[in-house]
């Protein structure tokens, strides 16, 4: 059986990638694929085993697992689950797929390549190419949404691109010509969508189909900060079902999705982020992506000095110009209308929040 490995990394769809395999999972098996995970944290069956300790010792892992020690036994164990679920099916591919394959460093991912290669005959590396700046934008938001509080936030000048060193650690272990980067732009990927991109990826000779499920949508500007004031006095070690709620509101809601999208509007800051990934940028372009669209380049010249005045401060300031009195007014309303479907239920129209697909 030959296996696609997808290593992510991060903001680059993974999650909608994962949540469409998981409930494809049956259409898949009629079509010759086994998409197989644990129930329990199913994109960490396959990672714990060689993972760095810091995984390990992370809130989620420790919520599962108290000692490392148990997070490895439980993580070799689905190693052997995963062997012997190859060796009784009678599927032509396997699918793998984890973001956090991306943070491993070349010892790591060395000992992984060669612990999958001995349940399969056969492997492909798959990973998506995004561009800094909107990276930059992403993440952020994204730890926000986790949790962070601003002084663990980074600011564009501090963040490094390693996108070049994630690829490179998988993509030196694999064979010729089993090295498949997608350029993460919509514009490249097949019908726009990254689901649809990935699928056509797993068999190049028979189209394999299943639903693509949008999932981990962004938030609003105005939604990315005011969490980032709640932040400030919630414990992130502990995700309660009260704040699964919030979160729930926060990207379900129409009015509050209709509200501006997180941005950054400042070309010369875009353009510094761009400027001070240059050399791994043409280093992932000329080697990974010819022949689709290549990850943005800053303009020669660009001044890479003012990433030096994008502070904590500022980066505060910038997030919290989204949460205009009009914003804050829809969130609050959302998140304490103690009667979300009521609309719905009375049969005057739409239901008020519309709830969609979260990871």
Same mark, same amino acid.
């Given at each position: 059986?030959k296996?696609?490995?997808?290593?992510?990394?991060?903001?680059?769809?993974?999650?909608?990638?994962q949540?469409?395999?998981q409930?494809?999972?049956?259409?898949?098996?009629?079509?010759?694929?086994?998409?197989?995970?644990?129930?329990?944290?199913?994109?960490m069956?396959?990672?714990?085993?060689?993972?760095?300790?810091?995984?390990?010792?992370?809130?989620?892992?420790?919520?599962?697992?108290?000692?490392p020690?148990?997070?490895?036994?439980?993580?070799?164990?689905?190693?052997?689950?995963?062997? /012997?679920?190859?060796?009784?099916?009678?599927?032509?591919?396997?699918?793998?797929?984890?973001?956090?394959?991306?943070? @491993?460093?070349?010892?790591?991912?060395?000992?992984?390549?060669?612990? @999958?290669?001995?349940?399969?005959? #056969?492997?492909? *590396?798959?990973?998506?190419?995004r561009?800094? #700046?909107? *990276?930059?934008?992403?993440?952020?938001?994204?730890?926000?949404?986790?949790?962070?509080?601003?002084?663990?936030?980074?600011?564009?000048?501090?963040?490094?691109?390693?996108?070049?060193?994630?690829? /490179?650690? @998988?993509?030196?272990?694999?064979?010729?010509?089993k090295?498949?980067?997608?350029?993460? /732009?919509?514009a490249?990927?097949?019908?726009?969508?990254?689901?649809?991109?990935?699928?056509?990826?797993?068999?190049?000779? $028979?189209?394999?189909?299943?639903?693509?499920? %949008?999932?981990?949508?962004?938030?609003?500007?105005?939604?990315?900060?005011?969490?980032?004031?709640?932040?400030?006095?919630?414990?992130?070690?502990?995700?309660?079902?009260?704040?699964?709620?919030?979160?729930?509101i926060?990207?379900?809601?129409?009015?509050?999705?209709?509200l501006?999208?997180?941005?950054? $509007?400042?070309?010369?800051?875009?353009?510094a982020?761009?400027?001070?990934?240059?050399?791994?940028? $043409?280093?992932?372009?000329d080697?990974?992506?010819?022949?689709?669209?290549?990850?943005?380049?800053?303009?020669e010249?660009?001044?890479?000095?003012?990433?030096? %005045?994008?502070?904590?401060?500022?980066?505060?300031?910038?997030?919290?110009?989204?949460?205009?009195?009009?914003?804050?007014?829809?969130?609050?309303?959302e998140?304490?209308?103690?009667?979300?479907?009521? #609309?719905?239920?009375?049969?005057?129209?739409? $239901?008020?929040?519309?709830?969609?697909?979260?990871?």
């Amino acid at each position: 059986m030959k296996l696609v490995l997808h290593i992510g990394p991060h903001k680059t769809g993974s999650t909608s990638i994962q949540n469409s395999l998981q409930r494809g999972q049956e259409a898949l098996a009629r079509q010759g694929v086994l998409y197989h995970t644990p129930d329990t944290m199913p994109i960490m069956g396959l990672v714990l085993r060689f993972a760095h300790d810091r995984l390990l010792e992370s809130p989620g892992v420790r919520a599962q697992f108290p000692r490392p020690r148990a997070a490895r036994e439980w993580s070799r164990a689905f190693w052997k689950d995963l062997a /012997d679920t190859v060796t009784a099916s009678d599927a032509h591919t396997c699918v793998v797929s984890s973001e956090h394959f991306a943070f @491993f460093p070349a010892e790591a991912a060395e000992k992984t390549v060669a612990a @999958f290669r001995e349940i399969f005959d #056969d492997i492909t *590396l798959v990973a998506y190419a995004r561009a800094p #700046d909107s *990276l930059y934008t992403s993440g952020l938001q994204q730890r926000v949404a986790s949790g962070i509080r601003l002084a663990a936030l980074g600011t564009p000048g501090s963040k490094p691109y390693p996108l070049r060193g994630q690829i /490179d650690a @998988f993509a030196s272990q694999m064979a010729p010509g089993k090295v498949r980067i997608r350029s993460f /732009d919509r514009a490249n990927l097949v019908g726009g969508d990254v689901v649809r991109d990935f699928l056509s990826l797993i068999d190049s000779d $028979t189209p394999i189909d299943i639903p693509s499920v %949008s999932s981990n949508e962004s938030l609003s500007g105005a939604a990315v900060a005011w969490l980032l004031g709640v932040n400030e006095t919630w414990d992130r070690g502990k995700l309660t079902p009260e704040r699964e709620r919030i979160m729930g509101i926060l990207r379900g809601s129409d009015r509050i999705n209709a509200l501006p999208k997180l941005k950054l $509007t400042d070309a010369e800051v875009n353009a510094a982020i761009l400027a001070r990934a240059s050399d791994d940028i $043409t280093y992932i372009n000329d080697r990974y992506l010819a022949g689709q669209t290549p990850l943005p380049t800053a303009p020669e010249g660009t001044d890479m000095s003012v990433l030096k %005045s994008w502070t904590k401060m500022r980066v505060r300031d910038w997030i919290m110009s989204y949460l205009t009195t009009e914003a804050m007014q829809i969130i609050a309303e959302e998140i304490m209308d103690p009667f979300p479907n009521r #609309d719905k239920a009375a049969g005057k129209g739409k $239901t008020k929040h519309k709830r969609k697909a979260d990871a």
